[in-house]
């Protein structure tokens, strides 16, 4: 009898131990912390704003940015860039036709990163036009896997002028080279030897869509008919995970669906090796919906799994405000396989506000793609996220940054 009442009393301990992470994980709150940051002039700065912890680069727009701390102690950073001030030109238009990546590096994981060199370009700027990731690479994403380095970022090539009568015949260079957008991975073995260029580049992406569902002004449209997966025309912005679980490596997603207007949705793929081959699942994740039942729109999936919280996150900007009641800033997602999610009791991750060292808030119309430094229990301690202060879009000036933000967690 005295037996079975150790076993029982442990197994009420054991639950009770459980629900705890599953309360922890609903009541977590982040709150962002001051950044080494001052508002400027627009003589001073197009960006308008300064500091230590605003990493831009004269005559570039510098914009999603991830940084891992290397053996060295130092934290490296793997960043998207391209030129500003081309006649004609536009942020929104030029990161989808000449974005590349550049590598920063400091002493702190929330303040003064330097500039190094651009380590990765589209393959034309070596005489190749054709290949997978040709015209343009984006949006980097770095982890370390079995002693190894893994850059995963996105990249795109132009396929060309469309035949006359077909649904692509109307399409620009940027509208075709936007729907050829795939996933792929550097490998490498140290940032000494990612700066000399010894780095395995993948030959072919890692992920490709499967179906291209698009009523009009469509590249190799999909048959009438065909219901859209996950990675419906594109896949974009890459976030990958180790599932300790069943040993696999996850590979998060983003894919374009009409309804009839555009919308960011997100599926997850599969694979025994950080390199692939990646085999997507049919579902839509953090697939939370709208009144009507159709999905919000989401994108900028970062994902991770937590030791302490036994449980996976995820951050996703927020277009609708449907996530958050706060359109276009972070929300906050758990679940406990990676596949199925939920919304956390507190789903705001981030208002679009930066807090500066002398006390001061300021609002920005853009923070976005983030990505985060984890304590080694999988808890969030620094957010790198692309920002501006007005409406980048239309522009050519360059007026866009990368932010640090330390951050301070709170398990209520």
């Known amino acids: ?35 080494d940051a001052r508002v400027v002039g627009l003589k001073e700065c197009p960006n308008e704003i300064m500091g230590a912890s605003i990493f831009q680069i004269p005559n570039y727009f510098v914009w999603g940015a991830s940084v891992i701390k290397g053996d060295d102690g130092k934290y490296h950073m793997l960043f998207s860039l391209w030129e500003s001030g081309a006649e004609g030109g536009s942020f929104v238009k030029d990161w989808v036709l000449q974005s590349k990546i550049g590598y920063a590096v400091s002493d702190y994981p929330d303040k003064g990163f330097r500039f190094q060199k651009i380590v990765l370009k589209g393959t034309r700027y070596h005489g190749d036009n054709v290949s997978w990731d040709a015209q343009m690479v984006h949006n980097p994403h770095i982890k370390k896997f079995n002693g190894k380095y893994y850059l995963y970022y996105i990249g795109s090539k132009d396929p060309g002028e469309q035949p ?15 729907q050829s957008l795939c996933i792929g991975v550097l490998e490498f073995d140290s940032f000494e030897n990612l700066l000399l260029g010894n780095f395995i580049r993948s030959k072919q992406p890692l992920l490709t869509p499967r179906t291209r569902v698009k009523a009009n002004n469509i590249v190799n449209g999909s048959p009438f008919g065909t219901v859209a997966k996950p ?5 974009v912005n890459p976030s990958v995970v180790y599932n300790p679980k069943i040993q696999k490596y996850m590979l998060y997603f983003k894919g374009n669906v009409y309804e009839p207007h555009w919308k960011g949705v997100h599926g997850v793929a599969i694979a ?74 507190k789903p705001l991750f981030m208002e679009r506000k930066l807090h500066l060292m002398d006390g001061s808030v300021i609002e920005v ?12 229990d999988g808890m969030p301690q620094y957010l790198y996220a692309a920002s501006a202060l007005g409406n980048v879009n239309v522009k050519n000036d360059g007026s866009s940054f990368n932010v640090q933000i330390p951050l301070e967690v709170e398990l209520e």
């Open 365 to 376: 119309d853009r923070l976005e793609r983030p990505q985060l430094l984890l304590s080694e």
């Open 164 to 178: 006359q009568g077909s649904t692509g015949e109307n399409l620009d260079k940027r509208g075709r080279v936007q």
């Open 231 to 235: 990675d419906n025309i594109i896949v």
């Open 1 to 35: 009898m005295k037996g079975i009442l150790t076993c029982f009393k442990g197994g009420i301990l054991l639950i009770c131990f459980i629900n705890s992470f599953l309360c922890w994980t609903q009541n977590i709150k982040i709150a962002p912390g001051r950044i």
């Open 272 to 345: 025994d090796t950080p390199k692939g081959p990646f085999k997507p699942l049919e579902n839509f994740v953090f697939d939370v919906r709208m009144p009507d039942g159709t999905l919000a729109s989401t994108e900028d999936p970062f994902v991770w799994y937590s030791p302490k919280l036994q449980q996976y996150m995820a951050i996703v900007k927020d277009f609708t405000g449907r996530l958050t009641g706060h359109k276009k800033t972070l929300a906050l997602l758990s679940s406990t396989d990676g596949i199925v999610w939920d919304l956390t009791a």
